[in-house]
């Protein structure tokens, strides 16, 4: 009995272990360009990308595989001078009308206003939990560092490793929370100059086209999703699992600072603050400890 019990619980763990892992991640080898294709490339050795809008249309990527849990990172260079009316997104999202999805839209802006990043999380098709943060540097003068990390615990935002947001799991309390459905890896560049630029006030100036987006070195640390099977193994507490350490399950002291720090001093929309929006019907989760 006892060499069984050993012998299954290897073949679990190398389960895990196969399904987890830094995945081979250039572009040309785990992302497509799935609309837009005419006008966009994936460059050099296969690690960069660009995505161009202009007014024939805007494109987009998508991973070819899909994750759940760990951390999913990319440089990105957003569009240079007056890009107002655009929009530069990275996101993870599974499909469907009950979807899961967690967000960083880029806002483009007039030339020498200050960028705007608009994150959101959907759970189960429901989205509405904005927070927006000025850019405390020029995202379009060389590349930074944009990751999403999330594991059984929490969601967390971060840009150039410092934390801007956390989204905290209270499944048990009835809050829904992304933790049963594989998300594929997205980026692209549309025109939405109906609300982008000051609420769609400055419209998309098409004498300044093409946009273009540039992206390198995709890298997702991070599950491998299979199927309903992947729910307990990408969650389980084993050492191939890194994110589930209890490293990850809340931010350090001084990640605490950094999130302070960005959110005292560039937060400039949150939606547990909107009650006008909600009827004065905040959304549970806003009442809860979120870092």
């Not at 999805?101 to 705007?116: A, Q, T, V």
Request: glycine content about 6%; charged content about 15%; overall charge neutral.
């Amino acid at each position: 009995m006892a060499s069984l019990q050993t012998l299954l619980s290897i073949l679990f763990f190398t389960a895990i272990a196969f399904h987890q892992g830094l995945v081979d991640a250039k572009f040309s080898k785990s992302m497509y360009i799935s609309w837009g294709a005419h006008h966009s490339a994936i460059l050099g050795n296969g690690d960069d990308l660009q995505l161009v809008l202009d007014q024939s249309s805007g494109s987009g990527v998508q991973s070819k595989r899909a994750f759940l849990f760990g951390s999913i990172e990319m440089l990105i260079k957003l569009v240079p001078a007056n890009s107002a009316g655009t929009v530069t997104a990275y996101y993870v999202s599974s499909i469907g009308n009950m979807h899961d999805e967690i967000d960083f839209e880029f806002l483009g802006n007039i030339s020498g206003e200050p960028f705007i990043v608009h994150t959101n999380i959907y759970t189960q098709g429901i989205g509405s939990r904005e927070q927006q943060f000025y850019l405390w540097f020029d995202p379009t003068a060389d590349y930074h560092n944009y990751t999403i990390h999330w594991n059984p615990t929490e969601v967390v935002w971060y840009i150039d490793s410092l934390p801007i947001r956390v989204y905290r799991n209270y499944e048990n309390e009835g809050i829904a929370y992304p933790n049963k459905q594989g998300m594929r890896v997205y980026s692209s560049i549309w025109n939405a100059d109906n609300w982008a630029t000051r609420g769609g006030l400055v419209k998309t100036d098409w004498n300044s086209a093409p946009f273009i987006a540039r992206f390198r070195r995709f890298r997702p640390r991070a599950c491998k999703w299979v199927g309903p099977a992947s729910t307990s193994l990408c969650a389980s507490n084993s050492p191939a699992n890194w994110w589930t350490s209890p490293t990850y399950s809340q931010l350090s002291s001084a990640q605490m600072g950094q999130l302070q720090w960005v959110r005292n001093n560039y937060l400039i929309y949150d939606y547990c603050q909107d009650a006008k929006r909600f009827n004065e019907q905040i959304p549970p989760e806003c009442f809860k400890k979120q870092f």
